[in-house]
């Protein structure tokens, strides 16, 4: 197994710090080939603009266009260039990031907002009247795993299926099915510490077991079974799920989930 | 009306630009105040670190803990002062973006990252056994308005019940519910123009036309009904919402806005 694992946390002497020692040590000694994104540590720039296409920024600047026509040339920046060439290199990504405002640290968007560049992770594939891209499912990083690794304040009956803050498969939707599986990558489901902001030394190797346990069956667990958008769910070019196919009493997010 | 427009695209000549202009020269020929922070001209860092909290910084980084205490000394860096501030001042604030990867863009979600501190819009008010923190309706920001004006790539049936990208209203609930309700503010139904990238000159009128009458109408617009956090809707301290107040057939986040 190649793993990369991409990091946004500003404190080293973290538990998300600690999770992320944590994957790496257990990968390598299991056998495993691991490179690491450690973003902070990079010092990696956040904010996509036209410096990200050099030459090939126009003017007005175009994001979508620019940043497909600087991939097409190879001339995107040297660190957006090698973000890429990690997640071709590997199988398996792993993102380790506290849920800051119910999302990813600014430093992790950046991240997505700059190496998912068009002609990479989006405008890949035709589009006609039976496709409408290679995406969600299939694309320049199909048959590769996503699995986030996160940590929330809030505690775990608030992230219920009940719970205030909405259920937690919900809220990491847009990043999970949007991000990752629109790409192609295969997304497992999420390891969450709840809580992170009240636990102690002596909650730590709790989590750390059941962190390693979820490290070293990576490649039998079952990924989430999102719907791939070209193999007959979905009306073209509506992108809308067919009727009939959604199990009874699911709505929202959840009808793009195979039953 | 004193209106705040947080605006985040790295392009003046976008349709996200010509979307804020339209904003400030609407609201002013109408007798608003209006002030912008146009978080790529400002040079908005989007990164939290320890250099956000100076001295109060501790060893390790807690960003909670740190962000609190730096608040509450009034040691925060002068630009996340200045945007609290503006927050404060503001009865109505607009944010212009691009939806990328079904989110805010970076810059913008740095914005939320490292203003959004501790004692300022999280960690207020007591908690106790029948209040958790006066959040989610409660809060240093209760009493005003935010409005979401966003545009996206994709057209509008991939962003509607049935579509794949999921309903634009659950993929908009983290930031709606989750980061603008939850320090108190309540929140308008968005704006959204769809197919951004395929518009043309000539389909900015009609957009200009329907953006202008939401400007217009921002005070006699009904909020989005989010259930208040500490009104009897909940349990405490599980958060969980009470059996039998939602609408038959809804669950998700759709559960957290009243009927």
Redesign the interface.
Known sequence: MKTLIVHAH?????LNGALKDLAVSTLEAAGHEVRVSDL?AMGWK?????ADYGADAST?????ADSGRAFDAGTLTPDVRAEQEKLLWADTVVFQF?L????????L??W??RV?TYHFAYGVGEHSDTRYGER?GEGTLAGRRALLSVTT?G?E??Y????????IH??L???Q???FY?PGMEVLPPFVVYGA?RMTGEDFPDVAKAWEQRLLTLESTEPIAF?P?NLGD?EI?????KEGLEPA????????VRP
């Open positions: 500003p404190e080293p002497a973290s902070y956040a904010v996509v603009d036209a007005p600047l175009k994001v979508a506290p800051w405002w119910y999302s990813m640290p600014a430093i968007k950046g997505v907002d998912f969600f304040g505690l009956p608030h219920a299926d009940r719970g205030i803050n909405g259920p919900d809220l939707f847009p990043i099915h949007g991000i629109y902001d719907r958008q979905y070019p509506s992108l809308r799920l009493g699911r709505s929202g997010f959840g009808l793009h």
